[in-house]
Structure formats: C-alpha cells, structure tokens
C-alpha cells in the first residue's frame, strides 16, 4: 500500500514540474539558510563547553568605583586564587592566568614572533581540559622557567610532538625547558594560548597585595556547591585582607571608603557566559556578542518560517485543482483514510527531497560561509548526529502541516459536490492563504528595513568624524623589539626623514590599539576619592598630535623645547567636561602613581585640550583621557604623504632592517585596524544583509508561485474578459490588484515593529544613527516593486494568452 502511495504521489508531482520545483526549491533555500545560521549560532554558544567541568567553572570579576568613575575588570588580585582555595571549603581549587604578550622564540637561526603566550598556575590542568600528550600534569608547571607547549607549537619548532626535555631561547635571554605537550586548544575557547609558561616564573605572581589586579582568576566549585554562598562572603573577604593595606595606602579603612561613595567589589561570572556576556577590561581574547546572536536566530527562525509558508501556501493552493480527482477515487470507492495517507504522501515526498538538496545546499557553500562569518565551520559525524533528527522531524511536521489541507479538508467532501466543480474556489476564497501571505511579506519588510537600519549604522562608523586622521597611516607594531629606546627613537627619525613621510610619533597609545593604562589624578594636592578623576592616560611624544591629524581646541601642543612639558597634560573635552573647569588650560592636577594605592601625589599642569577623539568602540561613550609627555616604545606611526605607498614602504622596511636585521619587520595600516575592531559588526551586517535577500527570494518563489494559480483559476474569465475588449494592462491590473492588497497590509503591520526592534538595536551604540521616514518608505517600495515584478510575469503571461483556448471547451 505504502509502495503504491509513492508510486501515485511521484506521478502527481511529475505531472506539475514547475509547481514541485519551485515548492521544492523554496522550501530547500530556507532549510539550508536556517542550518548555515543553526551552525553559527551553536559554534558561538559552544564556546568553553569542551570543558569536562564546564559547569563548575567560574571567573572572579572585580568592580571598581572611584568617585564618578566606574570600572569593570576581568582580572583580580594576585593573592585571591590561593586564599579562595584555603578559606572556602566550597572552592574545589582555583587558577590563576595572565597574558605574557608578544616574544620572540629562537627556531635555529630565524626569531619568530608569538603572541599567544600566557602564564598560568600548575593547577590549570585540574581546573580545565586540557589533554597532555606527553610529560606529567602535577610537575609539568611547577618549576619556574618551565613551559608547555601545544602540539602544533611542538610539531613547528622540532617537527614532533614527545618534546618534554627540549629547550626555547626566549628574547635571546631565557631559556624555557619544555615540560609538557597538550592538544591545541579548541578553537571554541575564550583564552587560546599556544604556550603555557609557569606562574612560578614571574615573580610578580607571589604578591602579597591586594590593591592591585593584573591575573584572570578561575574558580572550580566542588559538586553540589553554591556559588551565591562564596559571592556573599566577598565583601568580608576583602575587608579582612584588603583592609590593612587601604588603611596604609589611602588612610582610610574599607567602610570609610564606601561611606565615600566608592567601592571595590569580587563578583563572579559562569565560564561558559564569558564569550557572550563579558566585555570587561583585561579580557584575554575578544568577545562576542549575544544581541548577534539573537538577531541571527530571529533570522533563520523567519527565514524557516517564510520557506514553510511557502510550501502550505503552494501545496494548499494547487490542492483545490484536485477536486476532481478526489471525487473520481471517491466514486470508485477510495476510502477516505486512503486519501488522507495518498496527499500526506505527497507533501511528506516533497518535504524530504528539499531537505535532501538542503543538505547539498549547505555543503557547497559552507566554505564561502565561513569566508563571509569569520568561521571555521564544518560538518562532522557528531554534528550529523543532531543535523539528521532535527532535518527529518522538520521535513515530517513541515510535510504534514501543509499536506492536512488537502488531506482532511478536500476528502470530506461528496462526490457529487466536487464532481459539480462547486469548490472550484478561486484566490479570494482562501483567507488562510491570504493571512499566509501577509503574514510572510510582513517578515520581508521588516528584514528590509532591519538590513537597511544595519548598513546605514555601519556605514555611519564607517564616514563619522573619528576626531582623528586614520587614513595613510603607516603602524610599525612592537618597535620595542628591536633592543631599546635610542634605537627606536633613531627608526622614528629616519622614517620621518624619509621624502614619502610628512611626519612620525613615537608611542603605543593610538587610537586603534589595545595599548592602554588607566591613572587617577585629583583636584587637588589631598587627595580626595570624591574629587577624583580615573582618566585613560597616554604617553606620547610632541609629534603625536599632528601626525594623528588632531586637533587642539584650546591651549598648544606639548614642545621638545620646554623641560617642564614632563609634568604638563593635554587632556581631550570629556576630561575637560567631566572636571568642570570652565577654563582647563593652566589648572592643575595632582596624580597619583599607582591608581589603586594612590598615596604619594605629583602636581601636572593641563596646557591644551584636544578635540575628542575616538579610542574605544562606538558602542561606548568618548570617556575622559590625558596626554602625557614621555617616551613609549611600543609602536612607531608615521604619516605617508604620497601617492607612492609602496614604494616609501620599501623605503621603511629598509630603514627597519638597517636597524634590526634579525628581526621582521610587522607593520599595518591605521585604516585596516580601524576596520578590525568593527569587523565583527561588518561580518553581521553583510550575513543580514545575505539572509535578508534570501528571505525575500524565497518569499518572491512563493508568491510567483501563488500568482501562477490565480491566473489558471481565472484562466476563462480573462478569456471572456478579452473577447469583450479588455486590455492587456486592464488584466493585468485585474489579476495583481489582489496581491498588492496584501502586500500594503504587511508594509502597516511591520513598519511599527520593525521600528522597535531596529531602535532597541541601536541603544546598543553609544553613537548611532536616527532612523527616517525614508527607510520604512524605501521598504515598502522595495516589496511593492518585488511584488508586482513577481506577480506581472504570470499576469502579462495571462493577458497575451489566446483566450480561443480558454473558452473553446464552453
């Protein structure tokens, strides 16, 4: 029986080509449009779940209030992660990590560079999952100087994995010994170190001070345990080994600071709620973004919901043409659950080919995907085991859900009654295929105006005033290689001397570098929290401000020729604002050395402000920051002036190498870090902007599709109406008067909600666009236009028809 419920439906669906292959098409674009978002979505939520203990894991976070001044950091105290595991029976164990940043590691007689470096504590393998490959977990980072590697780091500096024993020059001073080899870390992890250096090795580690924060703290909960029960106990915690030394440091005790309106503050975060959730200060890689992920899951939910709209519309729609078949079966004694089980047949046949070329779909073009997301995606026998369920119990639903029109509704009805051809019912007749189609043009329009509201934001950041020149910038990164500061300051003059360089600064401060440190300077020479500010601050040197191309709204810039420019400041207008002095220039102000013992305090003098400038996102305000005149060797910037950029880069590598033969030069361009930092909102403009077309597309099938039917539903009254003398334009105008209806029914319904989304999106930028009248007009003309291009194809097809062959069977 089955077998002939087959057979019969594969002869149905052959005998409509073109009404299968734009229902199987349509529903196969939005399965594999909404799998390629499930795969982003889950690669970001997967994010640290490779850990066995994941569940137990938690970051201690620190708050800082000072004065007016708030801050979050993603790092505490050197001495927190011990105490925590000797004072709390609930804490299990605990680890500390800390970025090591960039060092050369010897490999014969070439340096190369390695940024993934970090230190961390011998219990990081119980607290993690970090599988060892070869040497012993409990001693391998016991020793000071000792180091572990991944395995590719061990394949690419001896070309095998069992290294244990085998020594690293690092900076052409330290000697590590290998003592270790793990599995590279997963690529779902919010800290990717390549190498693991002892903690023991940097003294800093055993500080007792508990007014300074530098070390990510991890702590694993025992089984069972409460982690609102260690939270709680925070504040006595820091009362009692935080107090002395703010008794001594500030001359306050801990109570008197928070009477102050300040506070200091341990909260803690879930491991696997870092990537998503945490954008503090001192995190070790960048972090996403759920609203992203939000929005994509909103996407492909519609997208899925558009492609299935589709299908029942068009299965639905094509279904009442079989009235008359089913009352033939009926007539020669088809029971009725044989017809239910011959149409579900059908649509379920349907349902599985499209998932199949889904699945094809996907494959193809998950490459050019990951290209697009910045991924690196791939389709595994473990991700098969959840992607093979969820595509059959989508193709059964979707399958039964449109098949149960035809399936239920038609095979109720009498013999007589169809053979009559009284359910003939043209387009008018079905409200349900009507709300069907409403209901989808709705989710196009907002998708348009939401894509639309995307790019105007991004192209906003892209043209907005940044305070500073980024184009032409040349940026040779970590300067300090090359041995000391009199020979960068030499690589600063001789690039600047250079015919195809207008000018050159010498600092690590810029605008689109993760270089930065906090300070804490008062108005007045006691210091005093409340009448404190908690700036960013910057050395740099007297030609960074017209290299950067900014500009002094008040006051000079600093000058090589005034000694006491050492102890001046150039502040921007949010420090200006924030102090509410009416006139910075010639004030002073008294900082403090160390922003969390801030005792001793050193007077400097603001001899200029310069116009804001942006140094952070834009999804934060311009804060407070202060220049001040010192040497940095970080980076080296200069500004190049001609045309030319290739050829006065030579110019630059050779003047490096004249300096540092040994070492590769690393440079790039201020307007590509720029595009860096925002490449992650580009990245999720341009896949709104791809699912958003896609959408459309799939909605465009199903109306072409339902268009196709009402004009073979009509077929003899527009062969009448032409015989009468109806023209082309008058039909055409006949057939899409009924589609652009509904069409301007979904532009009202979705424009308001659209609005909302799209504005509740933006709050999430600190400087952002307003959004016009013009981008819900622009929308609404957009799906009219795809509308009526959709819809005319099959109604000129209609209006040209010779109506001889309509009406020569009357």
């Known amino acids: 029986m089955i077998r002939n419920y087959i057979k019969s439906a594969y002869r149905s669906l052959k005998k409509n080509t073109g009404f299968t292959a734009i229902n199987i098409m349509g529903l196969a674009l939005g399965l594999a449009a909404c799998l390629l978002i499930v795969f982003y979505v889950i690669d970001e939520l997967s994010y640290d779940r490779y850990n066995e203990k994941a569940g137990r894991i938690y970051r201690v976070n620190e708050d800082l209030k000072l004065g007016e001044n708030k801050l979050q950091y993603a790092v505490c105290m050197a001495p927190l992660a011990q105490t925590l595991k000797n004072d709390f029976p609930e804490v299990e164990n605990a680890v500390r990590l800390k970025k090591a940043g960039s060092i050369h590691i010897k490999k014969g007689t070439e340096k190369i560079r390695e940024d993934y470096i970090g230190f961390a504590d011998p219990s990081v393998f119980d607290v993690f999952t970090l599988p060892v490959l070869f040497g012993d977990v409990k001693t391998a980072l016991v020793e000071p100087n000792s180091i572990v590697l991944t395995e590719s780091m061990a394949k690419k500096y001896f070309g095998k994995t069992d290294v244990v024993g085998e020594s690293l020059l690092f900076d052409d001073r330290e000697t590590m010994k290998v003592t270790g080899v793990i599995k590279d870390i997963p690529q779902q992890s919010h800290f990717r170190f390549d190498f693991l250096v002892s903690m023991s090795s940097l003294a800093d580690s055993r500080s007792p001070e508990w007014l300074r924060s530098e070390y990510n703290t991890y702590v694993l909960f025992r089984k069972g345990a409460d982690p609102k029960k260690l939270e709680a106990a925070f504040p006595q915690l820091l009362r009692k080994y935080s107090g002395g030394q703010m008794q001594s440091e500030l001359k306050k005790s801990y109570d008197e600071f928070e009477k102050g309106g300040s506070y200091f503050r341990l909260n803690l975060i879930p491991l696997t709620d870092i990537h998503l959730h945490s954008k503090m200060i001192g995190e070790l890689s960048a972090a996403g973004t759920v609203e992203y992920i939000y929005i994509l899951s909103g996407i492909a939910l519609f997208i899925l919901i558009i492609a299935c709209i589709n299908f029942m519309n068009l299965s639905t729609a094509r279904s009442s043409n079989r009235a008359r078949e089913v009352g033939v079966r009926k007539v020669l004694g088809s029971a009725r659950k044989n017809l239910i089980a011959q149409f579900l047949t059908e649509s379920i046949l349907v349902t599985f080919a499209a ?110 005033n940044l305070g500073y020149n980024r184009n032409q910038v040349l940026v040779i990164n970590n300067s300090f290689e090359i041995g000391n500061g009199d020979k960068v300051k030499l690589l600063k003059q001789q690039i600047a001397a250079l015919p195809g360089i207008e000018n050159a600064t010498m600092s690590g401060y810029l605008p689109t570098s993760q270089w930065r440190n906090m300070g804490i300077y008062y108005k007045d020479a006691v210091p005093d929290q409340s009448r404190a500010i908690f700036p960013q601050v910057w050395r740099v040197d007297a030609d960074y401000i017209k290299t950067l191309g900014m500009q002094l709204v008040q006051g000079r810039n600093f000058s ?51 116009k804001d400038f942006h140094f952070n996102s834009m999804r934060e305000t311009i804060a407070p920051m202060m220049m001040v005149l010192g040497e940095d060797w970080g980076r080296v910037s200069a500004r190049v002036s001609t045309a030319n950029i290739n050829n006065t880069l030579d110019q630059v590598k050779k003047v490096w190498s004249g300096i540092s033969p040994d070492i590769k030069i690393d440079y790039s361009f201020m307007d590509a870090e720029f595009d860096a930092i925002y490449r992650s909102e580009q990245q999720i403009g341009q896949i709104f902007i791809v699912f958003t077309s896609l959408a459309i597309i799939i909605a465009c099938l199903g109306l072409f599709g339902l268009a196709a039917y009402a004009a073979e539903q009509r077929t003899k009254e527009i062969g009448i109406r032409k015989v009468l003398g109806a023209s082309v334009s008058t039909i055409v105008n006949l057939l899409s008067k009924d589609f652009l209806k509904l069409v301007l029914l979904a532009i009202l319904i979705s424009s308001p909600i659209a609005w909302y989304s799209m504005h509740r999106w933006l709050q999430n930028y600190a400087y952002r666009i307003n959004i ?39």
């Open 355 to 464: 998932t199949l070329i889904a699945m094809a779909i996907v494959v193809l073009v998950l490459p050019g995907f990951n290209v697009l997301a910045g991924k690196e995606l791939s389709i595994s026998l473990q991700s098969l085991k959840w992607i093979v369920p969820m595509l059959l119990m989508v193709a059964l639903v979707v399958g039964a859900l449109a098949g149960s029109y035809p399936a239920f509704f038609l095979s109720a009805f009498q013999p007589v009654s169809v053979l009559k051809g009284s359910l003939s019912a043209g387009f008018k007749s079905s409200r349900l295929r009507s709300f069907l189609v409403v209901f989808q043009f709705s989710i196009s329009i907002f998708l348009i105006i939401g894509t639309l509201v995307v790019y105007q934001q991004l192209n906003y950041i892209q043209t907005k």
């Open 560 to 610: 090589k020729d005034m000694p006491t420019d050492t102890a001046s400041l150039i502040i921007n207008e949010a420090a200006a604002k924030f102090l509410g002095f009416k006139n910075p220039v010639n004030q002073t102000l008294y900082h403090s050395k160390d922003y969390q013992t801030h005792g001793e305090v050193s007077p400097y003098k603001i001899i200029g402000v310069v």
């Open 772 to 810: 016009g009248w013009w981008v819900f007009a622009a929308a609404g003309i957009a799906g009219i236009v795809v509308a009526l291009l959709t819809i005319s194809f099959q109604s000129i097809k209609a209006a040209l028809a010779n109506p001889v062959k309509s009406l020569r069977s009357e």
